[in-house]
């Protein structure tokens, strides 16, 4: 099972959330009024820059009084626009996200109710059971909070940028430097964010699996003296998942402040030369303050695109376990016979069973039933 799903996980990450875009895909209206949504929440970021230059310039000219009463107005108009923006990007990707959870729990149970037996005898209930509520749980979070922050703060940069480059095109290029440098990083720390997420799901689905055990047989656990053992085991299983967890958290929490290091130097580089009297010689000191705020403010939206990488690789993860399960191939029905009424007789002739298809357990069997007759094997 853990090979088969390290075998999956290493498959391209986009085929993997290309697929899982196409559950999303699904639910146009709620994409369209979601992605509206963000467009106008990133549009107020460079806007409230914009806002703050114009009300600078406008003290010492001669619409004072104009923009004494106009600015005010503006910003309530950006602070109204910026929380309605928040709210239809967040709620729509939260009710995306919901009806992809929903309808990946509904196809999973459909292809669990369709599997042959040997299916099961070949994997633990506990995995299974992790596979319909963890996996598609951590789905769930690529579907939402990953495209909220991808979309959101990827058009705030867009934004940002775009004002800068309006400004100085030459002195913005060379903030431009570092993309190269960031996109490293994050390429580096998406591959160990997959590999852990994927050792994970196994952890959690043993841990699942100890814990269904414990508690449908207690009562033979009591019997048999065996709480110390159960516990061991369950401790061990924990304790992987718990290093697991540590592992991503330790790839995240150096990527992230890594990223925001070489932001800064290069924002600290723009900053030296902004303020050179070569730079913005002829223009106004509202639009050195538009500029020097749209760059300073690049830095958030930038850490928080580096720290959704793990919810996206979690969310790739995650697939590939779940789609691993909807591949699989169905029981067919050879049956050729049906009786519409029983006598309660059965019958079995010369028929076999094997866990395993190189193990067989019962050969050429020949039994009879009859009504009311119970038979132990």
């Not at 480059?165 to 994050?186: E, H, N, Y």
Request: glycine letters at 6%; aromatic letters at 10%.
């Amino acid at each position: 099972m853990a090979t088969k799903n390290a075998q999956e996980s290493g498959k391209p990450g986009w085929t993997l959330y290309k697929r899982l875009l196409s559950y999303v895909i699904q639910h146009k209206l709620v994409m369209a009024v979601g992605l509206t949504g963000f467009v106008i929440f990133a549009a107020s970021g460079p806007a409230a820059t914009q806002w703050l230059g114009w009300t600078l310039d406008s003290i010492n000219s001669e619409s004072y009084e104009e923009a004494r009463i106009l600015s005010p107005l503006l910003c309530i108009v950006i602070a109204f626009c910026r929380g309605l923006g928040s709210f239809m990007g967040g709620y729509s990707m939260a009710n995306l996200a919901q009806r992809v959870m929903h309808r990946l729990r509904f196809e999973l149970n459909a292809k669990l109710m369709k599997l042959p037996a040997t299916f099961f005898d070949q994997h633990t209930s506990g995995r299974l059971v992790s596979k319909v509520t963890y996996d598609v749980q951590q789905i769930a979070g690529a579907a939402s909070e990953a495209i909220t922050v991808v979309f959101r703060e990827g058009l705030t940069v867009v934004f940002y940028l775009t004002q800068l480059f309006l400004i100085d095109w030459q002195l913005t290029l060379t903030f431009l430097v570092i993309a190269p440098l960031v996109g490293s990083i994050v390429s580096l720390a998406s591959k160990r964010f997959r590999r852990y997420s994927s050792q994970m799901q196994d952890s959690m689905g043993e841990v699942t699996q100890i814990t269904n055990e414990t508690i449908k047989g207690q009562r033979v656990i009591r019997t048999f003296n065996a709480e110390d053992y159960v516990n061991d085991r369950l401790f061990a299983a924990s304790e992987r998942n718990r290093r697991q967890n540590m592992k991503m958290e330790l790839t995240r929490n150096v990527s992230t402040p890594l990223v925001q290091m070489i932001v800064a130097m290069a924002l600290a580089f723009l900053v030296w030369l902004a303020m050179s009297p070569d730079f913005f010689a002829g223009s106004t000191p509202g639009e050195f303050v538009i500029f020097l705020s749209a760059a300073g403010l690049l830095a958030k939206p930038i850490r928080q695109l580096t720290q959704v990488n793990s919810v996206i690789q979690r969310g790739i993860a995650a697939s590939a376990s779940i789609f691993t399960l909807l591949d699989e191939a169905p029981e067919t029905d050879q049956g050729t016979h049906a009786k519409r009424r029983v006598d309660g007789k059965l019958e079995f002739r010369h028929v076999g069973f094997s866990y395993r298809e190189d193990t067989p357990v019962l050969k050429n069997v020949c039994l009879v039933a009859k009504p009311g007759q119970t038979i132990a094997l």
